[in-house]
């Protein structure tokens, strides 16, 4: 059940997804850490934020809206509070960066340089660039090859991987520049930018309006976006977007992905990550597949 992304050998493939797993020491008494993969933690900041005004999460159907707003408790405090609890851990523990600024990023790798037991960096790059208008790094391959450039030379110590926005024309300019300005990895996809209505009220569910729209509902527009990211680049793709069973993941697996994450499964079942393991693990026993890393990019594409 191992398989290896840039040099960092997992256990299992499935992954904690950022957001959802809080910064991993909230679930010690739920579950064992040590049977995933590895997580992602909570995007973190150069300095604490309080996230957007509420109601932040919405149930839609197949899934759920959110605009936490990235609330989080900033990287130094993080460094310093949460990270030692997370030492000698076998599943990987990976960062979630984010910024507004290509400066923001660089800082906030800068402090986790230092910082022991983390296996790599993801970053985020789904913000609006406040320098340049307010345009998502994610949307334009300049700005998102600037800031993994950034990065790339920043993080010195430990892997980079690319987490990009579904909400763009096409994945592979995107997908590309990334991997051209120094990417180990690339992690698709984020939310869809989204609104739910009170028709009542007349007003949105979400407090700030648009929401991002996870879970079940969004697996079959992910599954083309890893399907196309694969074709596209060398590196790695983790895929994530409505994995909620082992056969989701082998699904995954199957159109390309070597690894996959899982997040809003996690809110129903706090488990999720590790009975969607173990279920892959089942799938892989019964298709009679040796290594889970065999299903990767074995999709059988019609010819006719």
Known sequence: MDVTIAGIQF????IAASGTFAYGVEFRDILDLNALGGFVVKG?????????????????HGGMINSIGL??????EFVASKLPELQGLRSKVIANVFGYAVEDYEEVIAVLEDAPGLAAYELNVSCPNTKHGG???????????????????????RPIIVKLSPNVARIEPLAQAAVDAGADAISLVNTFISLAVDARARRPRIGAGFGGLSGPAIKPIALRLVYETAKAVKVPVIGLGGIATGEDAAEF???GATAVEVGTA????????????KQ????????????VSELTGTLRWPTS
């Not at 256990?11 to 499935?14: G, H, L, M, R």
């Not at 973190?44 to 839609?60: F, H, T, V, Y």
């Not at 345009?135 to 110590?157: N, T, W, Y």
């Open 253 to 255: 697996l199957i159109a």
């Open 135 to 157: 345009i998502a790094f994610s949307s334009d391959p300049a700005m998102l090859a600037e800031v993994v450039g950034a990065c790339r030379k920043a993080a010195v110590r």
């Open 280 to 291: 892959l693990a089942q799938f892989c026993g019964e298709e009679q597949v040796t290594a």
């Open 11 to 14: 256990q299992n493939p499935v």
């Open 44 to 60: 973190l900041s150069k300095k604490p934020m309080d996230g957007n005004r509420p109601p932040r999460i919405w149930e839609a």
């Open 71 to 76: 609330q989080n408790i900033g990287v130094r």
């Open 266 to 277: 996690s809110f129903w079942d706090p488990e999720a990550a590790i009975r969607i393991a």
